[in-house]
């Protein structure tokens, strides 16, 4: 029997070596717990705080109800994987078979995932551009990768295209990029793009595109999906999720583009990672996105909320970064303070009850650049009780 208050023991005979010994809690688990504990108001991790569609949740509603409830085909349900082609082919001039090329995944972070455990083998060199979403660089160490880092120029997180054949030698396995980008907020050039396919070419090496923010791009801009490239798309896995696109975070809903070849290879560790994903969900984001007023709008909304934070918070003394992309905004806090990114950060959670994100949990090695980011993706109630704490400091 189970003695009272059993207590799961290390056995010390076992030594755990850990396949991640340098990787801790993600800084989003971690600054959102910190915000909690303090009562603060949370702008680190990237989520909305407003709701989403009630007729989204209507869908989902109906599909469970016509009792479409149990494991999806594999690669996803196909009247989504049939939306999401037309929608790529009116966006980007670019045909992906829905049968082939375009499978459904649990979000972006199991897209990323089983793209590169599909890909990289050991001792394949993946280069990673930085400041980076955190799940690149784990994703690739785990399945035996080794990252090559191109660190982005400040203060317009530039690529310094001059450095960066540098980087590639016959072990380059995979480029990762990220436009628009977490965190910086800027967008790939048409320039970036005419680069990439000049170092690429004739060369054995494949490109991931997360892509996750392609609707939160602002003052114009347009996004430059590799899918509009046929040279780049040839050799390209896109990544793209309802996440971002519908307010959703939490029904993490992604999709992967890819030519036949490598969708057959992502399907072949996605089959055994998830299978397939969230049935009803598919459905009402099927029948959702048929009508384009439901995210054509974002570039707008976004902007907006974008200039009223901007707004908000000019007469304070953090000095914004320029932002033309997705829902966040750098702030440079050098008039304020010379302590570590991750320490303000720390005490502007548990003194000021303001939660953002360290800019050097982007980075491998450490880092400062007195940068913090703040995500706008709030309520225009939020973004004044933000600012109004941020003027005072
Ligand atoms: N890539 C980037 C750049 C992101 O910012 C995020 C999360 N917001 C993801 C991937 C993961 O998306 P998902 O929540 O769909 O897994
Ligand atoms: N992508 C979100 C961000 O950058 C968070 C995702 C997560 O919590 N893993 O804030």
């Known amino acids: 029997m189970r003695p009272e208050n059993f207590k799961i023991m290390d056995n010390p005979q076992w030594q755990l070596s850990s396949k991640l010994p340098n990787v801790g809690n993600s800084i989003f688990a971690v600054m959102t717990q910190l915000a909690n504990e303090n009562n603060a108001i949370n702008l680190s991790q990237g989520f909305p705080d407003f709701p989403i569609s009630e007729k989204l949740i209507s869908l989902v509603n109906k599909y469970m109800n016509m009792g479409y409830n149990q494991y999806s085909p594999m690669p996803g349900v196909l009247k989504l994987r049939e939306v999401i082609s037309e929608i790529v082919n009116k966006n980007y001039s670019a045909h992906y078979d829905p049968i082939t090329e375009i499978t459904i995944t649990a979000g972006a972070t199991q897209a990323i995932y089983t793209i590169i455990s599909a890909i990289v083998r050991a001792d394949d060199e993946v280069i990673i551009f930085e400041p980076a979403y955190d799940s690149y660089a784990p994703s690739v160490k785990v399945n035996g990768g080794l990252v090559k880092y191109a660190t982005l120029k400040l203060p317009d997180f530039s690529i310094d295209w001059e450095k960066f054949p540098a980087l590639i030698s016959s072990n380059t396995r995979m480029i990762i990029i990220n436009s628009p980008h977490n965190p910086s907020g800027t967008v790939l050039s048409h320039n970036d793009i005419n680069q990439l396919i000049r170092i690429t070419r ?4 494949l490109i991931l595109s997360d892509e996750v923010y392609e609707h939160l791009i602002f003052d114009g801009l347009m996004h430059e999906s590799l899918c509009r490239y046929p040279e780049l798309a040839s050799k390209s896995f896109v990544v793209g999720s309802f996440g971002k696109t519908f307010h959703a975070t939490g029904w993490k809903t992604g999709f992967v583009l ?8 992502l399907r072949k560790i996605h089959q055994f990672l998830v299978f397939s994903t969230n049935t009803p969900i598919q459905y009402a984001f099927a029948e959702f996105l048929e009508d384009e007023a439901n995210y054509k709008h974002l570039p707008e909304f976004y902007q907006k909320k974008r200039d009223t934070f901007l707004k908000l918070i000019k ?3 953090f000095k914004p970064l320029k932002c033309s992309g997705t829902y966040f905004l750098t702030l440079d806090y050098s ?10 950060a720390v005490r502007l959670t548990r003194e000021h009850k303001i939660a953002s994100i360290p800019f050097s949990a982007f980075y491998n090695k450490n880092n400062n650049n007195n940068l913090l980011r703040f995500c706008f993706a709030k309520t225009d109630g939020t973004l004044e009780k933000a600012a109004k704490i941020l003027c005072k400091i």
């Open 335 to 344: 008039d304020i303070s010379d302590e570590n990114e991750m320490d303000f």
């Open 258 to 265: 890819a030519p036949a070849n490598l969708t057959a290879e």
């Open 202 to 205: 004739n060369r054995d090496i």
């Open 315 to 317: 007469t304070s003394r």
